[in-house]
């Protein structure tokens, strides 16, 4: 089976993404700098391979590192990759803007740059929604015109206008997968979401409810006793209707790659039944849901 690169592979969407990959006995090489993945996350990845016949792999390092890349591409025979590893907070990149555009659009064209030199061919981009800013109708369609507003959404979007311009001058086929407000765990309870600090909407939400906190409810219902102006409501798509990386991949590639041996499903589409896995209780480093 072909030998899939995922970046950012030990972080939330990518540790789950690799893992079904394994699963499919796809060979995995997570290249994760790890300054917000986790190893709990690796370690179990590689438990899984363990168990089946698939060759896992764990490299520390940055994506931006050219000679790294290359040297992965060759030395594990890796014929495609699927890119998470980014700075992903809305708010953090409205105060550091200069910060976003060096971690995700520099350091990302870095990347493409050493995988066509390796001559991989086909890349599954983790986009945003945050490329259409305020959308023009909702539900929002693939041609919503894009106008992000803010520093996270436009790195997202000049790294797929990058890509499409790999595309048009090499041998280089992509897809960007532009979603928002993952939510969720996997169902089998190996893996799941544990950002900290949490910003993400549906686990707010949920501890929340769990663990009454006035500053976390009045932010989820827009307003913030710390700022003068009301936070801007945000909507969430369920993700089950998004297409999933591995099925991405597939599109992306051509008749080379067969197609999945079994039907690859997003890893949240369970999520409502795994409700305290999402609020955190099933997180290693964690006894509670609730951080008293």
Not at 122 to 140: D, K, L, M, N, Q
Not at 157 to 186: C, K, Q, T
Not at 246 to 268: D, G, H, K, N, Y
């Amino acid at each position: 089976m072909p030998t899939i690169l995922v970046t950012g592979g030990a972080g939330y969407i990518g540790s789950h993404t690799a893992k079904r990959l394994l699963e499919a006995d796809y060979h995995v090489v997570v290249l994760d700098n790890m300054r917000t993945g986790h190893r709990w996350a690796i370690e179990r990845l590689r438990r899984l391979a363990e168990q089946g016949s698939s060759q896992f792999v764990f490299v520390q390092g940055d994506v931006a590192d050219t000679a790294l890349v290359v040297r992965l591409v060759h030395e594990y025979g890796v014929e495609a990759a699927v890119h998470f590893a980014a700075l992903s907070l809305v708010g953090e990149s409205m105060q550091h803007p200069e910060r976003y555009f060096a971690e995700n659009v520099a350091k990302g064209i870095a990347l493409f740059n050493a995988l066509v030199v390796a001559g991989v061919r086909y890349v599954v981009f983790s986009s945003t929604a945050a490329v259409y800013g305020i959308p023009e109708r909702v539900p929002i369609a693939e041609d919503t015109p894009t106008h992000p507003l803010n520093p996270y959404g436009a790195s997202k979007r000049m790294l797929e206008e990058a890509l499409r311009w790999l595309g048009e001058v090499h041998p280089f086929r992509s897809i960007s997968l532009r979603y928002f407000n993952a939510a969720g765990a996997d169902p089998d309870g190996w893996l799941g979401e544990a950002h900290d600090p949490e910003t993400h909407l549906i686990p707010l939400a949920i501890r929340s409810v769990l663990c009454p906190d006035e500053d976390r409810v009045a932010q989820l219902l827009g307003y913030s006793p710390t700022q003068d102006q009301p936070l801007t409501g945000r909507r969430f798509a369920s993700l089950e209707r998004t297409i999933p990386p591995l099925t991405a991949l597939a599109f992306a590639t051509t008749s080379t790659f067969p197609i999945w041996p079994r039907p690859m499903w997003w890893p949240w589409k369970r999520c409502w039944t795994v409700i305290p896995r999402i609020a955190g209780t099933w997180a290693p480093e964690r006894d509670t849901a609730c951080d008293r």
